[in-house]
């Protein structure tokens, strides 16, 4: 039986959290088909033991391709490699995070091999009768959860979410196999340059990290009043976040929003004030430890899935709540 797959990926040399959510995505698929599961990284200074912290975590088996010129995600690049290394070792399946990288990698792979391809999955099982995967992601506006299968191509692929699962508690006693593969200049893509990262007018915020967040939505009624939001935040040394409908009016930007079509968040506490607690705004929420709603409409539903419902207008709640903070309380 060929082998489950996961993409780790780093920046700077650390791996990132996302490589070990996988690996417990990758670890009950590879244990259902009684198969390996084997992680890629592509990049460049992870250390030796970080890559055991990858079988610790799970994986048989790590590949690692390394060069100074992979120290950056580059879709080309990136892409030759995994297609050489699909063709050579047939994975049954590869998990990706649905993060930027992940995303623009996985179609343009799944294109290549001729393979398909779904994205942003919640759940992935394995079809006893078949052995197929199972990918499970909500569809039509959130309103429905699809099932999609691959049946008549090999590997199939799918992207996960970050967040929307916990990394495994490692185990200092397993053992697995470390593969560096040996880099090939010919997967180098020649038009493509480097420059560096620019982050949006200095309005970025990686909120999928953060364990405290307050988001604002359409109830704040204008940009200006997000100031509230960030003061609030710096308290609790959290980040702020956003309702679609807040970010398409232009009040925060885009690296701000929440939910099916923006970011997972999964924070130990979430303060969402003037949100209404809709379908998609649900979607990237609902692994938040602690849920506390602040909407003056009692029905609003936010208020029903949250642990602490505050019925009463953010505008007198927020001040009020950054005054006892203030004052210690
Ligand atoms: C395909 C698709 C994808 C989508 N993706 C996302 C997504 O990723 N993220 C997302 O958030 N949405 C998404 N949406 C939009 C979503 O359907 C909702 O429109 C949106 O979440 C509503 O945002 P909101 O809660 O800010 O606004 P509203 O639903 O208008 O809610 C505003 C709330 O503020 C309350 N309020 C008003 N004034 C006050 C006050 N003074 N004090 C207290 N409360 C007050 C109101 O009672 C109301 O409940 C998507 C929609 C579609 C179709």
Same mark, same amino acid.
């Given at each position: 039986m060929s082998y489950i797959w996961t993409l780790a990926e780093q920046a700077n040399g650390h791996l990132k959290q996302v490589s070990f959510e996988l690996l417990t995505r990758g670890r009950k698929l590879a244990d259902s088909l009684?198969?390996?599961?084997?992680?890629?990284?592509?990049?460049? !200074?992870?250390s030796a033991e970080a890559l055991r912290e990858l079988i610790q975590s799970g994986a048989d088996e790590v590949y690692y391709v390394e060069d100074p010129r992979l120290a950056s995600f580059s879709c080309e690049?990136?892409?030759?490699?995994?297609?050489?290394?699909?063709?050579?070792? &047939?994975?049954?399946?590869?998990?990706?995070?649905?993060?930027?990288?992940?995303?623009?990698?996985?179609?343009?792979v799944a294109v290549k091999v001729k393979t398909g391809l779904t994205a942003d999955c919640t759940e992935l099982d394995i079809e006893e009768t078949t052995g197929n995967l199972l990918q499970t992601r909500p569809a039509i506006g959130g309103n429905i959860l699809a099932t999609i299968k691959t049946p008549n191509h090999r590997p199939q692929m799918a992207t996960v979410r970050p967040k929307s699962t916990r990394p495994p508690e490692p185990d200092a006693?397993?053992?697995g196999k470390i593969i560096n593969v040996p880099f090939k200049e010919e997967w180098l893509d020649g038009?493509?340059?480097?420059?560096?990262y620019r982050k949006d007018a200095g309005d970025f915020e990686n909120i999928e990290e953060?364990?405290? +967040?307050?988001? !604002?939505?359409? !109830?704040?009624?204008?940009?200006?009043?997000?100031?509230?939001?960030?003061?609030?935040?710096?308290?609790l040394e959290g980040m702020v976040?956003?309702?679609? @409908?807040?970010? @398409?009016?232009?009040? +925060?930007?885009?690296?701000? &929003?929440?939910?099916l079509s923006g970011k997972t968040v999964s924070p130990k506490l979430y303060i969402g004030?003037?949100?209404s607690g809709s379908i998609q705004h649900l979607a990237g929420i609902k692994t938040s430890e602690i849920i506390v709603s602040i909407n003056n409409d009692p029905e609003a539903p936010l208020h029903k899935i949250a642990d602490f419902a505050i019925v009463g207008d953010l505008f007198n709640v927020l001040p009020e709540l950054q005054k006892r903070l203030e004052g210690g309380k």
């Open positions: 009684d198969t390996k599961l084997a992680s890629l990284l592509i990049g460049n !200074g992870v690049t990136y892409s030759n490699i995994m297609v050489e290394l699909i063709k050579t070792y &047939q994975p049954h399946t590869i998990l990706a995070a649905a993060t930027s990288s992940g995303r623009t990698l996985m179609p343009y006693d397993r053992d038009r493509v340059e480097f420059l560096g953060a364990d405290i +967040i307050i988001a !604002g939505g359409k !109830g704040m009624k204008k940009a200006e009043n997000f100031k509230m939001l960030r003061r609030l935040s710096d308290s976040g956003a309702t679609r @409908d807040a970010v @398409d009016r232009g009040w +925060i930007g885009y690296s701000h &929003q929440i939910g004030a003037g949100i």
